[in-house]
């Protein structure tokens, strides 16, 4: 079995640790130690402490290694905690190019705590390579994107900035948490590193915390497995199994959340009371082609825009299946307003130069009955106008 080269979707079930092998269990067993009996000083079974090493996160280490297609993978407390171990690579004097949007907290954690420490950064349009290129300075020891980003969806091109990254002896580091492996796997194209939120669709049910790094070579390896254990941000042995559990069903998951936004986003273009729409799987999405060179399709999370004659809080009162809530990439529908929620840190005048505007709204579009998020958007929209039609 060992040998036979497995496609995604087997791989998503049976990873490299698959079961119990000393009762057989289907399942990886949760492993709720903080310690483990030593032979004699310094000998052990390969496990000495939970911060250090635990069989359940280790199985999931090496499922998210795989899947990512890497040399390895860590588990930690969270998307942040992985972020800032991932960070904790860099020292005083050293500056990182950033997406000019990327995840709030990620700006947030480098203009405040890693501002602290010396470690600077600046913010670019990935989308567009020779930007990136003109801002490498010598301090620059990394490129850090995400694509698509939140809430716009603007699309970077993966191989293009490895590429970039690698004449400059730069790491190139993708927050992959939008997408996941099952739909776009940056080591492929060149990436050194990838970070995931497993709290979006990974865990896929909104009832975990917990983040993942994977790195493509030994080298990088090594230092993330001396900060992992060095800072002690790690994911615990249950949330380890629910993450398990969760990728399990990732294919089937990520398969009906597309094929579902596919369908509201096709409703949403084609309805007159929506002034813009942000998808990813629009051929006339800025960065289309390059997210299907990189990407398996569009995703499912959908941007739009009603027009004037709408009052936006109407709407987001008016939905009766998507919840509103922070967070994305659960089986349940959810709804954001990301000015007033997710992006309200940025000044005004920022967010509308960049098209987070007041009147944006963010879908993270979950596997339900189609045809009832469709009609639910429908009469939420009809029940926010101002004026009749
Ligand atoms: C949510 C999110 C994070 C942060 O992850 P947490 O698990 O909330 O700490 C980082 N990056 C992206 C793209 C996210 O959506």
Redesign the pocket.
């Given at each position: 079995m060992a040998n036979i080269k497995k496609t995604i979707n087997t791989r998503l079930i049976h990873g490299p640790v698959d079961g119990d092998k000393h009762t057989g269990a289907v399942n990886v067993p949760i492993y709720q130690t903080s310690t483990y009996s030593q032979i004699s000083p310094g000998k052990h079974k390969g496990y000495e402490y939970s911060r250090t090493g635990n069989p359940t996160r280790e199985a999931l280490e090496k499922l998210i290694a795989d899947l990512e297609s890497g040399y390895a993978g860590f588990g930690f407390a969270?998307?942040?905690?992985a972020?800032t171990a991932v960070l904790s690579l860099f020292k005083s004097c050293d500056k990182i190019i950033i997406s000019n949007n990327v995840?709030g907290?990620?700006f947030r954690v480098l203009n405040t705590v890693f501002k602290n420490f010396g470690i600077g950064h600046e913010l670019v349009d990935t989308s567009k390579p020779e930007e990136v290129e003109a801002a490498i300075t010598d301090g620059v020891k990394a490129i850090y994107i995400?694509t698509p980003t939140?809430p716009l969806l603007n699309i970077t091109d993966i191989k293009a900035i490895s590429e970039i990254a690698k004449a400059h002896n730069l790491y190139t580091i993708v927050?992959n948490?939008?997408y996941t492996p099952y739909l776009q796997r940056p080591i492929e194209y060149g990436a050194d590193i990838v970070i995931h939120?497993a709290?979006?669709y990974l865990g896929g049910h909104s009832d975990l915390?917990?983040?993942l790094v994977v790195v493509n070579n030994k080298e990088i390896a090594s230092k993330i497995a001396f900060i992992q254990n060095s800072m002690g941000g790690v994911l615990q042995p249950f949330d380890s199994f629910l993450l398990i559990r969760g990728i399990k069903t990732l294919g089937v998951r990520m398969d009906r959340h597309v094929s579902n936004a596919e369908i509201l986003a096709e409703a949403l273009r084609n309805n007159s009371e929506v002034k813009k729409i942000y998808y990813p799987g629009f051929k006339e999405h800025p960065g289309h082609d390059i997210n299907f060179k990189q990407a398996k399709n569009g995703g499912a999370i959908i941007s739009f825009e009603l027009t004037e004659n709408h009052n936006v809080d109407r709407f987001f009162e008016g939905l009766k299946h998507f919840i509103l809530a922070e967070?994305?990439g659960g089986v349940e529908s959810l709804v954001c307003h990301p000015a007033s929620m997710t992006h309200a840190a940025i000044p005004r005048e920022i967010r509308d130069s960049v098209g987070i505007t007041d009147s944006l709204i963010r879908l993270s579009v979950g596997i339900e009955d189609v045809k009832e998020l469709q009609d639910d958007l429908e009469q939420a929209i009809a029940a926010s106008r101002r004026y009749g039609r």
């Open positions: 969270s998307g942040l905690a972020i995840y907290g990620t995400e939140n927050d948490t939008f939120s709290t979006k915390i917990a983040g967070s994305l």
